[in-house]
C-alpha cells in the first residue's frame, strides 16, 4: 500500500514517527513534507499530498500542521478526496468507517506522537462499511 503524508513546521516529529512505523509495517511512503522547525505554509503541502490520492498515486495521504484544520480545508479542495480532521482513534475509525475518508489530518498540537501513530493505524486497519454509509458519501462530492 502507498501512503502520501505531508506536513508543515508543526509536524516534523509526528511525520517522522508516522514514517518509521509506516515503514516498519512495510508501507511505501512519499514525503511531501518539511524536515523543518521553519515556518512554512501548510496549504503548500495538504494539497500536494491531496493531489497524489486524487490521482490515485497513493492510497491514502496524512496531513498533519498545528491544529489540523488547515491542512484538512486545502486537502478537501480536491475532488475525491475526504480528509478527515482527527484527534481520537475512535474519530479515525469512524472516519473510516462511515465516511470513507481517504486522508487523515492530524493536530500536531493537541495530540501526541504516540496518539497520532495510534490513529493512523486504526484508520488505515479500518474499511469503509459501506451501506446506508454509501449513499451519504457520494452526497459529498460536488460534480
Given at each position: 500500500?502507498?501512503?502520501?503524508?505531508?506536513?508543515?513546521?508543526?509536524?516534523?516529529?509526528?511525520k517522522?514517527?508516522?514514517?518509521?512505523?509506516?515503514?516498519?509495517?512495510?508501507?511505501?511512503?512519499?514525503?511531501?513534507?518539511?524536515?523543518?522547525?521553519?515556518?512554512?505554509?501548510?496549504p503548500?503541502?495538504?494539497?500536494?499530498?491531496?493531489?497524489?490520492?486524487?490521482?490515485?498515486t497513493?492510497d491514502?495521504?496524512?496531513?498533519?500542521?498545528?491544529?489540523?484544520?488547515?491542512?484538512?480545508?486545502?486537502?478537501n479542495k480536491?475532488?475525491?478526496v475526504?480528509?478527515?480532521?482527527?484527534?481520537?482513534?475512535?474519530?479515525?475509525?469512524?472516519a473510516?468507517?462511515?465516511?470513507?475518508?481517504?486522508?487523515?489530518s492530524?493536530p500536531?498540537?493537541f495530540?501526541?506522537?504516540?496518539?497520532?501513530?495510534?490513529?493512523?493505524?486504526?484508520?488505515?486497519?479500518t474499511?469503509?462499511?459501506?451501506?446506508r454509509?454509501?449513499?451519504?458519501?457520494?452526497?459529498?462530492?460536488?460534480?
Open positions: 500500500m502507498k501512503i502520501a503524508i505531508g506536513n508543515d513546521h508543526a509536524g516534523p516529529a509526528y517522522k514517527a508516522i514514517v518509521d512505523f509506516l515503514q516498519a509495517k512495510g508501507y511505501e511512503v512519499t514525503n511531501y513534507g518539511t524536515d523543518s522547525f521553519d515556518s512554512v505554509d501548510y503548500d503541502f495538504g494539497h500536494q499530498v491531496a493531489t497524489a490520492v486524487e490521482n490515485g497513493v491514502f495521504g496524512i496531513v498533519i500542521c498545528g491544529s489540523g484544520n488547515g491542512i484538512a480545508m486545502s486537502a480536491h475532488q475525491g475526504r480528509c478527515a480532521l482527527c484527534w481520537t482513534k475512535e474519530i479515525a475509525e469512524l473510516r468507517l462511515h465516511n470513507d475518508a481517504n486522508v487523515i492530524i500536531a498540537r495530540t501526541s506522537i504516540e496518539q497520532a501513530v495510534a490513529m493512523v493505524e486504526t484508520f488505515l486497519n474499511a469503509f462499511e459501506g451501506g454509509h454509501a449513499n451519504r458519501v457520494n452526497k459529498i462530492a460536488c460534480s
